[in-house]
C-alpha cells in the first residue's frame, strides 16, 4: 500500500479539502501512476455533491488523469517505468463479457468500475480518483500518451474528449460530413475540434453569438444562431450529424428539424428526460435520436494517438489543486474555457 | 380522360359513397390500370376525417392497389397491357433532387404526390386513390407484381408492408438479429412476417396474451407481456431492433430499456409527441430511437420481390365495397385480423 495525498469530500455541503488515504499494493497487472495533471469535469462537483444520490464518502473526484509510470505489476507488458500515461473513467471490468470483448468496456455486463465513487471488483472498497499525487490503475484501463502530446492539456481527452469521440466515430463522421455542435462547455469545444479535425464541416449551433464566434477559432466553420428563426428554417433537412452536448432536459425538436436524411443527432449530456419528442421528426427523413457515454479503451487510446497526429488540444485554464472550490463555483456558472486542468505538482507546494 | 367509378367521402362527417370522376389522358409517361384489389389503411380513415386538417373533398382514399395495366403511354417502356402491378402512397415526385435520385421519392425535397389527396405537379389537381376501378400513374411510381404472388392478398404490401420494411432493410436486419415488433395491426403482423422471414429471431412484445399466441403463427418465437415487470426486466439489454408499430402518443423507455449495444427503436407508427425519452436510457449501451416512413420506389420493388420468392403474403380479410363503412367501424375497434382488402370486382355489382 502507497500513501497518496489529494483532495476531497466528507459530505455533500462541505468544500473539497486535503486528504490522505491508501493506495492498493501492486497486483500482478496493475500499473502505478504518479499524476502530473488531472481534469475538472462538471460530473466530479455532481458527484462531490451527491447530485445523483449514490455518493460514498469520503469521494475524491477525478477522472481525466494524466501522469508517468512508477511501479509496475509482475505480469504488466505494455507499460514500463517512465512512461506516459493516461486514465479515463474507468479502471476495471469483468474482460470476459461481450461488451469487455468489443472494447466497449463502459457497457460491461457486470458493470464496469468507475475511476472514483467506484466499488473495486476484488475489495468491494470504494475508489479514489485523480485529484491526487498517485494512482493504481488495472493496465487494460491505462493509454498510453504519444509524445507528440502536450500532457499539459491532454487530461480532458480522458472525458469530455472520448464523450465526442466515440459518437463521431460510431456514425462515421468524416470528410463530407455536415456536422452540428450544440452546446460550448468542456464537450462542445472537443466536439468542434475532432469533427473538423475529421473532416467534416462544422456548425456551432448555439443561442449565444459570441459563442459562435468562439467556436469559429475552435474549428467551425459556421455559427447557426438557434434563436433566429429564418436561420434555423433555412438550415432545415441539411445536417448529417449533430452533436448535443446540453447537458440539461431540454426541447430537441428544433435540432430534430435540421437533420436530413438519416440524419442523426447524438445525446452526450442530458441524462434526464427530454422534452416529448415529435415522432413525426422522426418519421420524416427517416431521423434518429441515439445515446452515447464516454468509451471504450480501443477508441480512448485511438483518439489519444490521433489528437497527436492531429496536434489537437483541449482548451484548457491550468489551476493548483487549491483552487478546487472557486473552480467548482465558476464552473457552475459556465465560466470556463473550456476546461479546468488542476497542476499536481501544486499538490506538493 | 376516363370515367371512373369508386367510393369516396364529401365532408369530415359523411361516410363513404359512390362517386364518379375523371382519371387523366395518359401523358406519355403514364400507365393506366384497372384496379383488382386495394386494401384499407387506418389513415384513409383519418384522411377521409379530416384528422389532420388538410383533407380536400371530395376524397377517394386508398393507396394499397394491385391491378391490371389496360393501357400505356407512348414513352413507357417497363409495362405492357395485360402486366400485373401495383401502386402505394406515391404517385409522383419531382426525380431530379438527391432524395429521388437515391430511390427515396418519399423524401422528394419538393414534395412528393400522394397518391389521393395529393396535389398533380402539372394540373394542381387533387389525386383521387384506389378506392376506385381505375386509376392513372407515373411508370416510375408502378411496380412490377412478381407472378407468384397471390395478387388477392398483395395490396397490403404496399404500404403496411413497406413501412415495416423499409426500417427493417435500413437496420440491417437479418440472420442472428433479436428483433421486438411491438403492436400487432396491420403494420405490426407485417413487421413480425418480414423480420421472420429476413431470418430474425422475432419477439411480439404486447400487453395482450391472445396477441401475443396469434404472432406466434405469424412467426414469432417468443411473446414479452410488457405488462410483466419481471418478464420486461429479464429481457432488458437483449434486442437489437424494435420495430414500435404503435400508432399513438405513448410512453417508449420500456422499450427502449429492452435495446442492447447500439440497439435502435424504430417509430413507424406514432405521428405525434412522443412521452419525454429518457436521455440516459439512450446513453446506456448508445441506443437509438429512429422513424421511418413507408418507403421508396426500389424499396417497394424489393419488398414485392422478396414476398413473392418467400411467400410471404399480408393476411387480409376481403370485403366488398359497399362494406367500407363498416370496416372503417370495425378497424376502429381494431377488429381486423390484420387488414382489409377490397375487392374491387364488387364495384361492378
Redesign the interface.
Known amino acids: 500500500m502507497t500513501k497518496a495525498i489529494g483532495y476531497g469530500v466528507t459530505s455533500a455541503t462541505a468544500p473539497l479539502a486535503p486528504i490522505t488515504f491508501e493506495r492498493r499494493a501492486l497486483r500482478p497487472d496493475d500499473v502505478a501512476i504518479d499524476i502530473a495533471y488531472c481534469g475538472v469535469c462538471h460530473s466530479d462537483a455532481h458527484q462531490a455533491h451527491n447530485d445523483w444520490g449514490n455518493t460514498v464518502y469520503p469521494c475524491v473526484p477525478g477522472h481525466e488523469i494524466v501522469g508517468h509510470v512508477t511501479a509496475i505489476g509482475s505480469s504488466v507488458k505494455k507499460f514500463k517505468v517512465g512512461d506516459t500515461v493516461a486514465v479515463g473513467c474507468l479502471v476495471d471490468s469483468c474482460m470476459e463479457c ?2 469487455c470483448h ?1 472494447g ?1 468496456e463502459q ?1 460491461c ?1 457486470k458493470g464496469p468500475v468507475a475511476t472514483y465513487n467506484g466499488k473495486d471488483r476484488h475489495t468491494g472498497e470504494i475508489t479514489y480518483g485523480g485529484y491526487s499525487n498517485h494512482i493504481v490503475v488495472r493496465d487494460h484501463f491505462v493509454c498510453r500518451v504519444p509524445e507528440k502530446l502536450d500532457i499539459r492539456y491532454a487530461a480532458p481527452l480522458l472525458c469530455a474528449g472520448i464523450t465526442c469521440w ?2 463521431l466515430r ?1 456514425w462515421n463522421v468524416g470528410k463530407g460530413s455536415k456536422v452540428g455542435v450544440v452546446g460550448l462547455g468542456g464537450l462542445g469545444h472537443m466536439g468542434v475540434k475532432l469533427a473538423a479535425a475529421l473532416g467534416a464541416e462544422v456548425t456551432m449551433i448555439t443561442t449565444t453569438a459570441s459563442k459562435g464566434e468562439d467556436a469559429r477559432k475552435l474549428g467551425a466553420r459556421h455559427v447557426l444562431l438557434s434563436t433566429d428563426q429564418k436561420a434555423m428554417a433555412a438550415a432545415m ?1 441539411s445536417f448529417d450529424f449533430i452533436l448535443n452536448t446540453i447537458p440539461v ?1 431540454h426541447n430537441a425538436n428544433p435540432y430534430l428539424m435540421l437533420l436530413g ?2 440524419g ?1 443527432m447524438v ?27 464516454i468509451g471504450g479503451l480501443p477508441d480512448t487510446q485511438e483518439l489519444l494517438d490521433f489528437c497527436a497526429e492531429h496536434n489537437i488540444l483541449p482548451e484548457c485554464e491550468m489551476i493548483s489543486m487549491q483552487d478546487i472550490n472557486k473552480a467548482y463555483e465558476r464552473m457552475e456558472h459556465n465560466d470556463v474555457k473550456y476546461r479546468f486542468v488542476i497542476d499536481m505538482a501544486s499538490l506538493k507546494a
Do not use: C
Not at 274 to 292: D, F, K, Q, Y
Open positions: 461481450a461488451a468489443d466497449y457497457g455486463e466515440t459518437p460510431q433537412n432536459k436524411r438519416k442523426v445525446i452526450v449530456g442530458a441524462l434526464e428526460p427530454l422534452e416529448p419528442i415529435h415522432g413525426g421528426l422522426l418519421m420524416r427523413n427517416t431521423r434518429a435520436v441515439a445515446g452515447s457515454a
